[in-house]
């Protein structure tokens, strides 16, 4: 039975990649990058060898205690990527709970990612291991450390399962996330604001609370070996084992009750007015804008947008000036374009949040110009809410700068950039569509086994973006204030032009189009 499971995992993939370039592509660059994570973590944990023997230690506890860490947030926040974490998929086959159990094991520990990661774990055998009882137990311990990060990602997601399919539980984990990778950045955000301390003491005191948690056992096994190392490994085994039985019960949970996405209809929002209607114009346009602004309200994929767009400004903008007090108009610029590039990331798959839905425009476009005022709507939809965002992102990046006149500068640059990046953002949009999962959580930008493609043209449109921006984002930076007025004109030009080009080439292949952002998930 699990070597079925591994098998159906495999299929998956296979059967993902054929007849479509866009998915070899992004599943080819996905291996790419696995191999590199591979490579570069497993190269960077024996490069701690070097290091004081009780730094390492500790050093190699904090990275395994971060790998941990890892396995358990990202499913969370790519939930929907791998059709074997939703267990609800699986409820209706006559399996037992522990055959599901040792299968899906299996099927999460099969793929480029999970490989990468176990031989990056293996790096930290090279860094602590001083002798043949170091190295005979240094390959249970990483095994046992991979199994360890393995159970309590399945634990975590299986147990969340049912919270993840509603729109209350999505847009509880998307607060939570941003506000968790906010407290991962503020140490940094700390040290640059002048209260660092001693690194040498923050990592020993980081080092004596992994000590005891299974992570830092492991490492301890390692560098301890013989009989001490043993006994340390018996305990991260007992910790495996108890998190593989409390996996269990949530998945038997899981599978009998009610589906929580089907229950209730209080968090559906009932309204169908947007607040500030009369004020859209009619036809199609109005119609398009009205929608989208409905979407950005109630989607929660679609608000996590917004809030990213939000955090990313403020981690950056409070990074970047030091604690000596240096300002420049590259710490109000940079913030406010960084946040236009962000929001400018949605137009790169504009049609895919309409999924099957999407063929009642098709039927109604006669003509390219159809289209063409289909995408800007979307995007006249997107400037309602992204101008003022920000207009007040670059206000509090210059009063943060300490210079309150950059912010005339850093919002028209800021538009501009937004501008460029709906432009391309309406080519990716036609010529890379892809899938928006149904029913799953806040981040899941693509169907399952789209991930690496929705990847690609996310790192396109921002690169293209970036190329496209630097003729009015560099003589701004360089000091030049006055070159901000030709930001807007060229955003508004780029936008203009991205969607012609676009409503041409999306006219003449609007089933493709339609058959891309229409698959089962």
């Known amino acids: ?94 399996l037992t709970t522990r ?21 990056a774990l293996f790096g930290g055998v090279v860094a602590l291991a001083h002798g043949p009882g170091g190295v005979l137990l240094g390959v249970p311990a990483v095994v046992l450390q991979f199994a360890f990060c393995l159970t309590a990602s399945r634990l975590v997601t299986t147990a969340l399962s049912g919270v993840l399919r509603t729109r209350r539980g999505r847009d509880l ?3 939570a996330a941003v506000f968790g990778v906010l407290l991962f950045q503020l140490p940094n955000l700390l040290i640059n604001r002048g209260l660092s301390g001693d690194p040498t003491r923050i990592l020993a005191s980081a080092g004596d609370v992994l000590r005891w948690t299974p992570p830092g056992l492991a490492a301890h096994a390692i560098a301890d070996g013989g009989l001490i190392g043993v006994a340390e490994l018996i305990v991260v085994a007992m910790a495996v084992v108890v998190l593989g039985w409390l996996w269990i019960a949530a998945l038997r949970h899981a599978l009998v009750r009610p589906d929580a996405s089907s229950q ?9 007015r947007v607040p500030f209607g009369r004020f859209l114009p009619d036809g199609m346009l109005g119609a398009v804008v009205t929608k989208e602004l409905k979407y950005a309200a109630r989607e929660p994929r679609g608000r996590v947008n917004w809030i990213v767009a939000l955090f990313v400004s403020v981690v950056i903008m409070f990074s970047l000036r030091g604690p000596d007090g240096v300002t420049g108009p590259q710490f109000v610029v940079g913030p406010a374009c960084l946040a236009a590039v962000v929001i400018g990331l949605q137009a790169a798959n504009s049609f895919g949040i309409d999924g ?20 800007a709507g979307r995007h006249l939809a997107m400037a309602v809410i992204g101008v003022p965002l920000l207009t007040a992102v670059s206000v509090i990046a210059a009063l943060v700068a300490g210079d309150a006149a950059w912010a005339l500068a850093a919002a028209p640059v800021a538009w501009g950039v937004l501008g460029v990046a709906m432009g391309v953002g309406a080519l990716t949009s036609v010529t890379a569509p892809y899938t928006y999962p149904d029913r799953l959580n806040a981040f899941s930008g693509a169907a399952p086994g789209q991930g690496g493609q929705a990847f690609v043209a996310s790192f396109a449109t921002m690169l293209v973006t970036g190329v496209l921006t630097l003729p009015v984002v560099l003589p701004v930076l360089f000091g030049l204030a006055w070159w901000a007025v030709f930001a807007v004109p060229y955003g508004v030009a780029a936008a203009w032009a ?24």
Do not use: Y
Not at 54 to 76: H, R
Not at 360 to 374: C, E, G, I, K
């Open 264 to 272: 209730g209809g209080g968090s559906v929002r009932r309204s169908g």
């Open 99 to 119: 055959q599901l159990a040792t299968g899906m094991l299996a099927a999460s520990a099969t793929g480029a990612w999970p490989i990468a990661s176990l031989a």
């Open 498 to 521: 991205g969607r012609r080009i676009a409503a041409g080439v999306g006219f003449a292949r609007l089933p493709e189009l339609l058959t891309a952002v229409s698959r089962p998930t």
């Open 1 to 94: 039975m699990t070597w079925l499971f591994v098998r159906l995992k495999l299929s998956l993939v296979r059967g993902g990649l054929r007849g479509e370039v866009g998915k070899q592509v992004g599943f080819v660059f996905s291996l790419g990058a696995a191999l590199l994570a591979a490579v570069v973590g497993f190269a960077l944990l024996s490069l701690i060898r070097f290091a004081p023997s009780d730094a390492a230690l500790d050093l190699v506890a904090a990275a395994f205690a971060m790998f941990a860490v890892g396995w358990i947030v990202v499913p969370l926040m790519a939930f929907g990527l791998d059709e074997t974490l939703d267990p609800a998929r699986l409820a209706l086959f006559p």
């Open 173 to 175: 984990l998307a607060v």
């Open 356 to 375: 099957r839905s999407l063929w009642m425009n098709a039927v109604v476009f006669s003509t390219p110009r159809d289209l063409r005022t289909d995408l």
